[in-house]
């Protein structure tokens, strides 16, 4: 571990070679406000600062920067202290038509040239990114007619000869072609989801039809996730207009769940939405039809600036925080030749991607639906949205049963492993796809002990409706592995003639899925395709860098940490140590860190000693004689077997005597409840109806040729690996696992340690992108990233 306090510890290497000594980098934020813009202007200004650059905030976007003077201010490291929390953007954005022309540009130009200002970082959406472009272009001119006009000299035309601009994406629309996620769309899906959680008590309790209205005025991203997490009846997008007659359809499909005894209707409609002559399908239009047609109580709910705000999910602050420190590593290493780019996520991997590129693929989505091609606009938006668009109306659009061909197999569903936010939303996709598809699905309550005991019931359509909201595991599930009731589960799966399983679960489904593989020489019932869906809070799954629930678990903890932060604001001089899940996993603990602007994250993947426990007090010591006068400490649960949170809080309370105070909190089982969150119920979702995709294409392919599937391709854990879904077999997976403290031997997120800890102001060395030719927006065969 770094030494983090120790003011001896050398400068670290790429610091030698990515230097920001002389160099003023300018911050700004324009278009509409998206929340977790500020965790982004606090990474810009802190990893400038850490590299030696002077930081400049840019007040009121570009007018700020047309009209200069006290606009344009020099950012210190406690400027952005307290800010990660804040949703809007606390240096102001704005519409700015001065801008637009040469002269307000050739104002701007002369306000930076004045401040030594060559590098600019632009947070905001296409159209700012376009402007900051055309500046960047004509930044040349610009300096030459400012120095024909005498208002600056010659030497500061070659002194300050060109300008690098570097673009983040802040858009809570999510309508930005090339990045699997812009800033603030996964915390504009927190609040739509609130709301319809809430709205779900009522409308049920009244027998109401709900019409939800949001933002989306050219991107229907919002609409379909929200659709999708919350299983919506239907969902009006402005890329896929309703096809001619579906007033009809849609009453039919509403009047259908009222027979099945189903209490609640929703419909979603995006702000654009508009049907296949491109006519505006308003809110009221679609309640007017309601209420005519079947006499429905129904209600118009338009959430309007909600989404823009309120505190920005755990997702969106890591997401802008990456993405910050990128952008300055871009605009440092950037040459003249180098043209403006886009800093994007690409699964969980930062990628710098041309700006103009960017910009005219997301301007062809628009003119593809101005000119009603809306399957290519669809495909424009990416294979995610698509994706998601296809996953809805197989999960929500029920096909009469005289459409689906039987395919005589009937599959297993069993949640195995501690409870996790987003199982149910498993299931329910796992059920419904397994119906479409033609397959007699049945649940298996109680995880393997249960199976063994003949706790297995069909279960169908209507059974799992309402399910994607609802935290813990409705099946229930248990630790207990099935070694010592092989024989009893292989009677069952007998019994029941089960052709396939899928398990949703963490660790010990994992164990579980490897002892069912060992026992196929023994007991041929298990000779069938099985997969593992990884779902577990600590995120510690062999073969997918995400499990279902560890998203919800990451925003309990961020959202405790916000209020204990808090809490502290009227107390001078307060750390807090907090307690984190995860058993040797630190994955909770220090992404936890890096959301909640954490001082330091102990884990047991980076071993400590007493002597980086020192430092760290000493650390909070100097910060205490700055204007930050709290802080915060997380400690993964299993990081150390003697330094406990009891003795890290005595040697805290002790070291910072009459410097500070120590308060501790342990999270416990907290971090396993409530309501999944948006990506964990969409996550859910989609890999769970991909793993049934899989289980159909395997049963398929031995049609005909008896049921025995013996290779080691039929047993497989489905998870993520940077932006693609792999099928993994377990038995490849065993080299990869640490068995004693059951977790991956290589995990993907520690690259992220150094970047929690330059944040927090501690020494640490980064690993940095090499500067190469820009990445090519692209779309790969999956974006999980982008669910």
Same mark, same amino acid.
């Given at each position: 571990m770094d030494r983090g306090g120790d003011s001896k510890a050398p400068k670290v290497s790429f610091l030698e070679n990515l230097s920001g000594t002389g160099k003023a980098i300018g911050v700004l934020t324009s278009g509409g406000d998206a929340q977790g813009m500020n965790a982004a202007v606090r990474a810009v200004v802190r990893m400038g600062i850490y590299t030696g650059a002077k930081v400049y905030f840019i007040y009121e976007g570009y007018q700020g920067m047309v009209d200069g003077g006290n606009n344009i201010m020099e950012? /210190?490291?406690?400027?952005? @202290? @307290?800010?990660?929390?804040?949703?809007?953007?606390?240096?102001?954005?704005?519409?700015?038509?001065?801008?637009? !022309?040469?002269?307000?540009?050739?104002?701007?130009?002369? /306000?930076?040239?004045?401040?030594? +200002? !060559?590098?600019? =970082?632009?947070i905001g959406g296409d159209g700012s990114l376009t402007g900051a472009n055309i500046f960047r272009e004509e930044w040349s001119a610009l300096l030459e007619e400012l120095a024909q006009d005498g208002k600056i000299s010659k030497? $500061?035309?070659?002194k300050h000869g060109y300008l690098n601009v570097v673009g983040m994406v802040g858009s809570i629309d999510n $309508?930005?072609?090339?990045? &699997?996620?812009? +800033?603030? !769309? &996964? @915390?504009?899906?927190?609040? +739509?989801?609130?709301?319809? &959680?809430a709205i779900m008590t009522t409308a049920q309790s009244h027998q109401r039809t709900f019409v939800l209205e949001v933002m989306g005025r050219h991107c229907g991203y919002l609409a379909l996730v929200s659709a999708l997490a919350c299983g919506a009846d239907w969902v009006f997008l402005p890329e896929s207009p309703p096809e001619e007659g579906w007033q009809e359809r849609m009453c039919v499909k509403l009047s259908e769940n009222r027979a099945r005894k189903k209490r609640l209707n929703i419909i979603i409609v995006s702000e654009g939405a508009i049907d296949t002559q491109n006519k505006p399908i308003t809110s009221e239009q679609i309640k007017d039809l309601v209420v005519t047609q079947l006499g429905y109580d129904t209600r118009v709910t338009i959430l309007g600036h909600v989404q823009r705000g309120g505190t920005p999910s755990a997702f969106d602050r890591i997401l802008a925080s990456r993405m910050g420190v990128e952008a300055v590593v871009a605009l440092l290493q950037a040459t003249p030749e180098t043209p403006a780019c886009v800093v994007s996520l690409s699964g969980n991997q930062a990628v710098r991607l041309p700006l103009v590129e960017c910009v005219q693929m997301t301007q062809g989505v628009q003119k593809a639906m101005d000119e009603k091609r809306f399957k290519e606009a669809v495909q424009l938006r990416g294979r995610s949205f698509e994706g998601n668009l296809n996953i809805y109306q197989q999960l929500c659009i029920k096909k009469p049963d005289s459409q689906i061909t039987k395919s005589g197999c009937n599959v297993a569903v069993i949640n195995v492993g501690a409870p996790a936010a987003?199982?149910?939303?498993?299931?329910? @996709?796992a059920v419904r796809v397994g119906i479409s598809e033609g397959h007699k699905m049945f649940a298996v309550y109680d995880g393997f002990e249960g199976f063994a005991k003949g706790q297995i019931k069909e279960i169908g359509w209507s059974d799992v409706g309402g399910w994607t909201g609802q935290g813990g595991s409705i099946l229930g599930t248990k630790r207990i592995l099935p070694a010592k009731y092989l024989k009893d589960i292989a009677s069952q799966m007998r019994a029941h003639s089960i052709n396939a399983l899928l398990i949703i679960g963490g660790f010990?489904?994992? #164990?579980? #899925? #490897?002892?069912?593989?060992?026992?196929?020489?023994?007991?041929?019932?298990? =000779?069938?395709?099985?997969?593992m869906v990884p779902a577990t809070v600590s995120n510690n799954v062999p073969g997918s860098d995400f499990s279902i629930g560890a998203d919800t678990a990451l925003n309990t903890i961020t959202d405790t940490c916000d209020r204990i932060k808090q809490s502290a604001s009227g107390t001078k001089r307060r750390v807090f140590i907090i307690e984190t899940m995860g058993g040797y996993c630190g994955y909770l603990a220090n992404m936890g860190a890096l959301s909640a602007g954490a001082d330091a994250a102990y884990i047991f993947e980076e071993p400590f000693d007493i002597r980086d426990l020192q430092s760290n007090v000493e650390h909070l010591t100097e910060k205490m004689k700055t204007s930050i006068q709290r802080g915060l400490v997380l400690r993964n649960e299993s990081c150390n077997e003697n330094y406990t949170t009891d003795f890290i809080y005595q040697l805290y309370s002790e070291e910072g005597r009459g410097v500070f105070d120590c308060r501790k909190n342990v999270l416990g089982h907290m971090q396993q409840g409530g309501a999944p969150s948006p990506f964990d119920r969409n996550f859910g979702t989609k890999i769970s109806a991909r793993a049934m995709q899989w289980i159909t294409g395997k049963l398929k392919e031995m049609q005909g040729k008896g049921r025995k599937f013996v290779t080691d391709d039929s047993i497989c854990? #489905?998870?993520? /690996?940077?932006? /693609?879904?792999?099928?993994?077999?377990?038995a490849e997976l065993k080299e990869e696992t640490d068995f004693e403290h059951r977790i991956p031997k290589v995990q993907w997120w520690l690259k992220l340690r150094p970047l929690m800890k330059i944040l927090a102001k501690y020494k640490a060395s980064f690993e940095v992108s090499v500067p190469s030719q820009l990445d090519h927006v692209h779309f790969g065969p999956e974006e999980p990233a982008a669910i």
């Open positions: 950012a /210190n490291w406690e400027s952005v @202290s @307290s800010i990660l929390q804040v949703g809007g953007t606390i240096i102001g954005s704005a519409r700015c038509k001065a801008f637009r !022309t040469r002269e307000g540009r050739l104002k701007a130009a002369h /306000n930076l040239v004045q401040r030594g +200002i !060559t590098n600019l =970082c632009v030497e $500061d035309v070659q $309508d930005f072609c090339g990045t &699997d996620m812009t +800033i603030g !769309t &996964d @915390s504009a899906l927190h609040r +739509i989801i609130e709301v319809v &959680d987003g199982m149910n939303a498993a299931v329910r @996709s010990e489904a994992y #164990l579980g #899925l #490897l002892e069912l593989s060992a026992a196929r020489e023994k007991h041929e019932e298990f =000779c069938v395709p099985m997969i854990v #489905l998870g993520i /690996n940077q932006r /693609n879904l792999l099928f993994r077999p377990v």
